[in-house]
């Protein structure tokens, strides 16, 4: 079954610092997409970054990096020179399936406080 | 502003009363999805719908009903509200094409609270 483990319910980071974000996961399927997502205090779903299983190089976005390493089934995203305002509950999900049939899994989050 | 939209926002139901939460997206998104969000679960997918007339069952379907009214709508039904039903629900829809899509629109949430 897919499945999406992250193992990190909080994280703390001083600010200006980088930070990894840890995500994996499980499925058979060979297409596959995985997401990462922000969702601060105020509740709404912040997109943030995406890497197709067919990608050769890892996704950018800004100071946002995933480091995808598909043997290991690992997604882990890196957020560079960390902000206040990135103090947040990060989400990574998996989208799967087929057809016209695709569903988005979520892992359980982790929420990182960056401190000044 | 295009995008999806939840109503109510917030709602309290007394144990045994139905609601209904509405989900409207005016992106011609073929795909919508119902889930919720309780504290250290992450989101959960209650029931989604791939297409206009479809619909199947996600992780947590019980206690739920949905409607796929329309292309835009889709509608998410508690017949009998119980207290583990208080948790915020999140609805969003993607485009999709064989295996292309275009990413997930996520609505703003409705925070429900059954006593």
């Known amino acids: 079954a897919q499945k999406i483990t992250q193992t990190q319910p909080g994280m703390f980071v001083q600010e200006k610092e980088a930070v990894t974000l840890d995500c994996t996961y499980d499925?058979?399927?060979?297409?596959?997409?995985l997401f990462w997502y922000k969702q601060p205090s105020s509740g709404e779903m912040i997109f943030l970054i995406y890497?197709?299983?067919?990608d050769q190089q890892n996704a950018t976005e800004g100071r946002y990096s995933l480091n995808f390493q598909k043997a290991r089934k690992s997604a882990n995203l890196v957020i560079s020179a960390s902000q206040l305002g990135d103090s947040a509950m990060y989400f990574c999900?998996?989208?799967w399936g087929g057809g016209s049939n695709y569903k988005l899994t979520f892992g359980k989050g982790t929420l990182l406080t960056v401190n000044p | 502003n295009a995008g999806v939209t939840q109503t109510p926002k917030f709602q309290v139901l007394k144990t045994g009363q139905s609601m209904t939460l509405q989900c409207a997206q005016d992106?011609?998104?073929?795909?919508m999805y119902w889930y919720r969000q309780d504290p250290g679960m992450g989101l959960r997918l209650i029931y989604y719908?791939?297409?206009?007339?479809?619909?199947d069952k996600g992780e947590v379907p019980n206690g739920y009903n949905v409607s796929r009214l329309n292309k835009r709508e889709f509608s998410l039904r508690l017949e009998s509200a119980a207290p583990s039903q208080t948790s915020v629900y999140f609805c969003?829809?993607?485009?999709?094409?064989?295996?292309?899509?275009?990413?997930?629109?996520f609505g703003s949430g409705t925070r429900l609270t059954v006593v």
């Open positions: 969003a829809s993607t485009y999709h094409q064989g295996s292309s899509f275009y990413g997930y629109t």
């Open positions: 499925t058979s399927d060979p297409s596959y997409g």
């Open positions: 719908s791939a297409s206009e007339g479809t619909t």
């Open positions: 999900a998996m989208r």
């Open positions: 992106m011609n998104h073929n795909s």
């Open positions: 890497q197709g299983s067919y």
